[in-house]
C-alpha cells in the first residue's frame, strides 16, 4: 500500500508517546496519528483524551490502533519499552528493550516497508541498529531520536550562560545520547562566530566559561528531571515533533539524529548521532564538520561505548 502523507503511528502510549502525539496534535503537522500500545484500553483512552480537544487544534485524526494500521504510514514512532528509572543509566535497559525491539519491528514489517521508522526507545543508539538489524531496512528509513534533545539542551544551557537566545547558537551533541555524549565545542558557533572569539568581543566580561561544567549539565539533565517527576516527556515529545515535521514537509533540515555510520569519521558497524539532512526519505545524507582533534577522539569513544553494548547483546 502507498503511503499516506501525514499518517503517524505512535507505538508506546506511554509519558512519551501521549505527550509526543499531543503536540503533533497541537501543531497540526500530522492528518492522521494511530496509537498502539500493548495495553489497548491504555491507547483507547489517551486517544480519546486527544480527540476531544480537537475544536481547539488543527484537524487531526486521533485513534487508537493495531500494527495492521502501519500500512500507509509515513512515519512510525517506536516509544515502547521499559522505561528509565532513578538511578538508572539508558544502557542498564537493553537487554529487555532489543527484545521488545525485535518484536515490534517484526510486527511493523508485516505491513508495511515504505514508513520511516523513527526509535526513540532507549538505549536509543543501540536500539537503532537493532532495528536495522531486525527489519533489513536501508539505513536511512530508520532512525533514533539521537542528540536531537541533548543539542537543543546544549543551546539552552550555553544560552543562559551567555544571554543570548539559545536560537542563535549553532551548536551540536554528537555520539550517544547517554554519557559518553560529546559536546562538539570545536564546531560552536554564536551568532556566526566561534566560541572563543565571541567571549573576546562579550560586553559582560564574565569569568572564563566553564564548559566543563555546561557540557555535565547537558549529560545529567535527564537523571535530574527522572529524579523529580519519574520521566523526561515534554522535552522528548518536542524534539520528535521536529524529527516527525522534517520528514513530513520534506525539510532537508539539519538534524542530529542518530543513524548507521558507513565510514563517516573512519567509524562503522555502529549508530550515532552527527549533523544530518533529514527529509521524506528519512536520513538522507550526513553532514560530517571537521571536528578538532580532542572533539574527534571523544566521538570515537562514544562510538566504541555503543558498539561495546551491541557485541554485549549479540547483535555484531
Known amino acids: 500500500m502507498s503511503m499516506t502523507a501525514g499518517k503517524v503511528v505512535i507505538i508506546g502510549a506511554g509519558e512519551v508517546g501521549s505527550t509526543c502525539a499531543f503536540a503533533l496534535q497541537m501543531r497540526g503537522a500530522a492528518r492522521e496519528i494511530v496509537l498502539i500500545d500493548a495495553n489497548h484500553e491504555r491507547a483507547e483512552g489517551q486517544a480519546q483524551d486527544l480527540s476531544h480537544g480537537q475544536c481547539f487544534t488543527p484537524p487531526v485524526e486521533v485513534r487508537a490502533g493495531d500494527y495492521p494500521d502501519c500500512s500507509g504510514a509515513q512515519v512510525i514512532i517506536i516509544t515502547a519499552g521499559a522505561a528509565q528509572k532513578p538511578g538508572q543509566s539508558r544502557l542498564d535497559l537493553v537487554g529487555t528493550n532489543v527484545e521488545i525491539c525485535r518484536s515490534v519491528v517484526g510486527r511493523i514489517i508485516e505491513h508495511t516497508r515504505e514508513a520511516i521508522v523513527v526509535m526513540v526507545t532507549n538505549p536509543v543508539d543501540v536500539l537503532t541498529y537493532a532495528a536495522i538489524r531486525f527489519s533489513g531496512l536501508p539505513r536511512g528509513r530508520v532512525i533514533g531520536s539521537g542528540t536531537v534533545l541533548d543539542t537543543a539542551r546544549f543551546r539552552f544551557f550555553l544560552g543562559r550562560h551567555c544571554r543570548v537566545d539559545p536560537a542563535s547558537i549553532h551548536g551540536y551533541v554528537l555520539g550517544e545520547h547517554g554519557d559518553s555524549e560529546v559536546v562538539a565545542w570545536s564546531i560552536t558557533t554564536m551568532a556566526g562566530m566561534r566560541m572563543a572569539d565571541y567571549c573576546r568581543a562579550c560586553p559582560h566580561k564574565c569569568p572564563q566559561m566553564d564548559r566543563q561544567r555546561i557540557a555535565m549539565q547537558v549529560r545529567n539533565s535527564a537523571y535530574h528531571i527522572i529524579e523529580a517527576k519519574g520521566a523526561t516527556?515534554?522535552?522528548?515529545?518536542?524534539?520528535?515533533?521536529?524529527?516527525?515535521?522534517?520528514?513530513?514537509?520534506?525539510?532537508?533540515?539539519?538534524?542530529?539524529?542518530?543513524?548507521?555510520?558507513?565510514?563517516?569519521?573512519?567509524?562503522?558497524?555502529?549508530?550515532?548521532?552527527?549533523?544530518?539532512?533529514?527529509?521524506?526519505?528519512?536520513?538522507?545524507?550526513?553532514?560530517?564538520?571537521?571536528?578538532?582533534?580532542?572533539?574527534?577522539?571523544?566521538?570515537?569513544?562514544?562510538?566504541?561505548?555503543?558498539?561495546?553494548?551491541?557485541?554485549?547483546?549479540?547483535?555484531?
Open 233 to 316: 516527556n515534554f522535552a522528548v515529545a518536542l524534539a520528535l515533533l521536529r524529527i516527525t515535521t522534517a520528514i513530513i514537509r520534506n525539510e532537508n533540515s539539519a538534524l542530529t539524529v542518530s543513524t548507521l555510520l558507513q565510514g563517516e569519521y573512519g567509524l562503522t558497524d555502529v549508530c550515532l548521532s552527527v549533523p544530518t539532512i533529514v527529509n521524506q526519505n528519512g536520513a538522507d545524507r550526513l553532514i560530517c564538520p571537521e571536528l578538532s582533534a580532542e572533539d574527534l577522539k571523544a566521538l570515537r569513544a562514544s562510538a566504541e561505548a555503543i558498539r561495546s553494548v551491541q557485541q554485549n547483546v549479540g547483535l555484531m
